[in-house]
């Protein structure tokens, strides 16, 4: 048990090379090396790319994480990494130099779970978590609803995507209308411009008896299917696409179900708190809606800003910092890295 | 001085400490499991294990060498990544060697060193008397090009690509695998180890391009 302890977070899960450093609920650092636009001319993250990006920039990131706190390897309290879900090329770079870090200078390690993380970074914004709390994860990797009854061990999973990603409709309508990938901050923007009740596009498990089956699961690939089928008939028929209206009218039905299925779980579950993280976090008409929404059930809503949703060490970091406060166990050197990691298992510790 | 020599080109995990004095080389302590998808979780230990095998502690460590492939993609690079973490974290250099050398440069005669490279290829390079001839290369054991196969090419072959492959190569392959020589690594990168050359940027030996094709019609990034 120490109080404010210094962590570095390593995180490799995707495309993003992320080292953060926290003490306590503060944040020192977060370098982040990014190979986004080595991926943006293939259309989505290759795997080996981000993987022969991840080597390249591991130990320049680790420095400069480290300049930026002012702080030396041997000041720190622990190394966390992220040990799935995710890449397996990806999390095996950070899961690798995690370990030599924490050999070469006995700092203690800890594995621990992207999803977890997502979580635990709101801390470093909005302060300890109130528990229980329900989690809403949104990216282009997973899109979840989680109970967190302790962040230091319980984490249960309620509901996630039967099929894509919240975030990977986001990339694949982006394509349809001819806007750049990441599709995310290109939708949100042509969305601000459109309207959204120009169409309406389907919600994924929201008729009565998906809710009996899937109550706080999403379907994205029929909302995709829709919207490309919308736009191939318009462009059958000779009319112009209006990018700005589709783009309004998807996103739209993204959040409605996103926002719909976590603040149900939050009645149904007598949960006070809802946290908002992953990279779709950042949307800002999934931020105005769950906004009104959660106050209107009466519940709180916390969302680091949207740099911090995003994969990011500094996440990976304030997960770190909140085990060793907790007095969990480091990890075990021979941990693997783990590309479909339970949800349940927060850090490796609790596994053993 | 102390060095700590890894190589993950090749299905075997393998970690050691040599000791380097002028010019000679003493394997202290060597840990090697062939584990094709053991890396990340074997390395680390196997590092443990060599330290403690020779009663040492990271502070006794004076540099570390690392094989640079070429290696099928993953494993290679949990063991460069895991070179140069330790070296920064431990505050001493790190000093890459092409990995094939680890066999080659043991050969006499005129040799082909070949490791998996899985999809069925090799990676490969000729050796005289133990010093290589050109760059390394990747390709189907039976599309060896003409200068390798023909008379006055390599009389036999040898290393892991070699013992898997035996019946596809023209020449003789030895039967067992034979996998980089850690000792041979630091001994090849004993000039920069005792120069007290600056420390290295680790850059694999790829040889081959990522799997992936660019996305049809997708717009151009914007700023
Ligand atoms: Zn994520």
Known sequence: MKNNPVVMGIETSCDETGVGIVRGHELLADAVASSVDEHARFGGVVPEVASRAHLEAMVPTVQRALDDAGLTLNDLDGIAVTAGPGLAGALMVGVGAAKAYSLATGVPLYGVNHLSAHIAVDTLENGPIPEPAIGLLVSGGHSSIMMVEDLAGKVTQLGASIDDAAGEAFDKVARLLGLPFPGGPYIDKAAKEGDRAFVRFPRGLTAAKDMERHRYDFSFSGLKTAVARWIEAQRAEGNNVPVNDVAAAFQEAVCDVLTQKAILAAKEHGVGTILLGGGVAANSRLRTLAVERAEDAGITLRYPRPKLCTDNGAMVAALGSHLVTAGVAPSVIDFPANSSMDVEVVSLANRL | ?223
């Open chain 2, 1 to 223: 001085m102390r060095v700590l020599a890894i190589d993950t080109s090749t299905a075997a995990v393998q970690a050691a400490l040599v000791d380097l004095d002028d010019d000679e080389l003493f394997l202290t302590s060597f840990r090697r499991e062939v584990d094709a998808r053991g890396h990340v979780e074997k390395l680390a230990p196997f590092i443990e294990g060599c330290l403690a095998d020779a009663g040492r502690t990271v502070k006794d460590v004076d540099a570390v060498v690392s094989g640079v492939g070429p290696g099928p993609f993953t494993g290679l690079r949990v063991g460069m990544v895991t070179a140069a973490a330790f070296a920064d974290g431990a505050g001493i250099p790190v000093y890459g060697v092409c990995s094939l050398d680890g066999i080659g440069a043991n050969t006499r005669g005129r040799a082909l060193a070949a490791t998996d490279a899985r999809r069925k290829e090799i990676y490969w390079a000729v050796y005289e008397d133990g010093v290589r001839e050109g760059e390394p290369q990747v390709c189907k054991p039976s599309e060896l090009p003409d200068w390798v196969t023909e008379t006055g090419g390599a009389d036999y072959a040898i290393g892991e690509g070699a013992s898997k492959y035996a019946d596809e190569l023209p020449m003789e392959a030895e039967a067992t695998p034979i996998f980089p020589d850690l000792v041979k690594l630091v001994e090849l990168a004993a000039p920069r180890l005792l120069a007290g050359a600056p420390t290295e940027q680790l850059t694999p030996l790829y040889l081959r391009r990522p799997d992936a094709q660019p996305a049809a019609g997708s717009p151009a990034p914007q700023p």
